[in-house]
């Protein structure tokens, strides 16, 4: 999010772990680890690492002090608050794009977490991605990925904008949260504005850019993947269109 991946996360590095600290995804992790838990050593990238968030969520419900774990990152402050965090296994951490960039595997686990592949920019931005993923997993390695599922009157609706600026908790700080939706680029653009003080207004602008379920299942068959596995939730409740979330599960197609 942000004009780009790493504007964004220079922009929220500071306030990220205490504005999204209660965000509900744990059920993704235990996802990945259930599908995963006959491994005793896991190599894993984690796309958009950032603060090491979902990091110290995996490592924790691991358990596996022999786990080799990476993150990579466009942003180096991210890396920053990453490198400060304590985790029982080290981290290697590598600010790169994940388009682009990826380490040389094999890896069994590469995954990312909410809404974060919608950083990517545009189609070629997310084949590309998906055609790294291809090049660096095990041969029985697997994708995760969690995303929104855009509704339908949404992706087809006119261009939105949010009823005026409206008032958000975050971190136990009131913010004014706007946003504006651009139907025809798939596009979700808006800006956290904090009044830390009457003479410290604190702007934190962002953006997405979605796909419909069928479009990303679309781009990462003609990259080389499969879906495997999708539900709702980390829980395994079974995915239908009218579900706004997804967590799925791809491999390399054979």
Known sequence: MGTDAARYGDVFAPVYDEWYSDLDDSDFIAYITRCRRGDDRLRVVELGVGTGRLAEAFVAARGHVNDLYTGIDSSNLMLERLAEREMSISITAIHGDMATALPDGPF????????????LPDDDALARCLHEVV??????????????????HVVEGSDAVSPGPRAVLRGGHKILSSSTHDAKSQTVSGEFVHFASPTDVRRYPWSIRYWTTEQFDTIAAQSGLQ???RVADGVGTPWTPNNSRHISRFRVAT
């Not at 069994?108 to 950083?119: A, K, L, Q, S």
């Not at 090049?135 to 339908?152: Q, Y």
């Open 135 to 152: 090049r660096v997993l095990a041969p029985d390695g697997d994708l995760f990925i969690d995303v929104a599922v855009p509704m339908p």
């Open 108 to 119: 069994d686990v590469v995954f990312c977490g909410y809404n974060t592949i919608f950083n």
């Open 227 to 229: 879906c495997v596995e």
